[in-house]
């Protein structure tokens, strides 16, 4: 809206004169909340009236403040008749005006609601999330440790640092899972290295991979590695990130030998 | 106590709300000869003005809880009061019977002016006779008679969007004029 035309228009007198319908009034009054000019205009037009109507004052006759004074203090009552015809107009137009206030601050008050409902519920949702994936991880850990034909490997530590970890082998799917216990923050250049060893017919060892990982002091996860079928042993070597070579087993942290087989 | 003599706007407003003799009696003192000018521009017989200012002030004293600040001047509020209290006097049966027997004062327009001739000249009606004839009557009829844009319209034979734009430019004339 142009608030300068606006106020140009005539609508600021009209207002005060009381020459605007009750829809034009109430915009008016909205957007004189939102318009410090056109607030202004009013105050302005508002005292030139007033100093043009005191200016032109003519004195009534003095009977009248004695009428005035003894009607609203000694005969309250008796002037309701006269009152009646005017108050259904006030009690609707305040009325009008209670129920354009109430009509507002309901919708506030419902926006509030919806506004604090939708955040709760997206918070409420978020937790949601977090606790399902809890459970499908502990559901998962709980099939796994629970599965008869899974078969628990626990590997020995071979150093100081006390490498711990458990296998979790499946014989029938030949899934692999491995539960790290404890096992030290290896420098980024370095990662795990899980192995099955089967060994061979003449005394040697055959190492294959069952991937790389990566793991952090007080973490304890169940990775799942490659599947194997036979293994004699699992075993756990410290090697370059992303190796592609065969096991340096003077890395070894710790081994486990298999009982099935 | 002793009565003050002199209130701010806002003082004299929180003590009408609290129905307070003294600040009426100010309120009185101060506005009345004001509104009454207002009223005898539309009631043309001075008893029945003073009739209409007795029941305007009476009614100030009973509706001045739902006067809102934020909404204009007390002086504006009691104002409309006191017009629309004019024109409803007016309009009354009683009055239009009892102006039968009197004889009706002509405008120069030829349509019936509702002032009497002795207030004729001052205030808002001073300060109408400088607009043009048109702007004059369409001000005289909404202002000073309360009809409707849409009873005007008919009235004149103007259609109802001539006669909104019309009464809008007189009356913003108005306020360069009041100044």
């Known amino acids: 809206m142009n608030i300068k035309e606006y106020i140009s228009s005539g609508v600021v007198e009209s ?7 009750a829809q034009e009034r109430f915009e008016f009054e909205q957007y004189c909340e939102a318009y410090p000019e056109l607030k202004a205009a009013r105050d302005a037009f508002e005292l030139a009236i007033e100093k043009q109507a005191m200016e032109n004052a003519v004195p009534p006759p003095i009977n009248v403040k004695e009428k005035i004074f003894s009607a609203i203090q000694q005969k309250p009552a008796s002037n309701l008749s006269k009152i009646v015809s005017i108050e259904p107009t006030i009690r609707r137009s305040s009325g009008l005006r209670w129920m354009a206030a109430a009509s507002i601050i309901l919708f506030l008050v419902t926006g509030y609601f ?3 409902l939708y955040n709760q519920n997206r918070d409420l949702n978020n937790s949601l999330k977090s606790l399902e994936a809890k459970v499908d991880q502990m559901e998962e850990y709980q099939k796994i440790m629970s599965d008869p034909n899974i078969a628990v490997v626990n590997m020995v530590a071979m150093t100081p640092a006390k490498a711990s970890a458990s296998i979790y082998w499946d014989s029938t799917s030949s899934d692999v ?9 290896l420098p980024s250049d370095k990662q795990y290295q899980l192995w099955s060893i089967i060994n061979g017919q003449n005394g040697q060892l055959q190492p294959s991979s069952l991937g790389l990982f990566d793991a952090g ?3 304890k996860v169940i990775l799942k590695m ?5 293994a004699d042993a699992f075993a756990i070597t410290i090697e370059k990130r992303g190796n592609t070579e065969g096991p340096n087993l003077e890395q070894l942290q710790s081994m486990g030998k298999t009982k099935i087989q | ?19 307070n003799n003294d600040a009426f009696n100010y309120l009185y003192d101060h506005y009345s000869g004001a509104l009454f000018t207002i009223i005898n521009q539309i009631v043309s017989d001075k008893d029945t003005a003073s009739d209409v200012l007795q029941e305007v002030f009476v009614n100030i004293w009973r509706k001045i809880g739902t006067y809102d600040v934020t909404k204009g001047r007390l002086f504006t509020w009691m104002l409309n009061i006191a017009r629309n209290a004019a024109i409803d006097k007016v309009r009354s049966k009683g009055y239009r019977d009892n102006q039968r027997t009197q004889p009706i004062a002509e405008g120069e327009s030829g349509m019936a002016m509702s002032s009497n001739p002795v207030v004729n000249d001052v205030g808002l009606k001073k300060v109408l006779t400088t607009l043009n004839e048109e702007y004059r009557k369409l001000i005289d009829l909404s202002y000073f008679q ?7 319209a008919k009235m004149l034979g103007i259609p109802l969007g001539t006669v909104k734009t019309r009464i809008r430019t007189a009356i913003s004339q108005l306020r360069t004029m009041i100044r």
């Open chain 1, 15 to 21: 207002y005060v004169l009381g020459l605007l319908t």
């Open chain 1, 114 to 116: 919806a506004y604090t």
């Open chain 1, 177 to 185: 899972y491995l539960l790290i216990k404890n096992m030290p923050q």
């Open chain 1, 217 to 219: 002091e007080n973490q």
């Open chain 1, 226 to 230: 490659s599947n194997v079928k036979k």
């Open chain 2, 1 to 19: 106590m002793e009565p003050k003599t002199k209130y701010s706007e806002q003082e004299l407003v929180v003590l009408l709300k609290e129905q």
């Open chain 2, 146 to 152: 309360g009809f409707t844009h849409e009873e005007i």
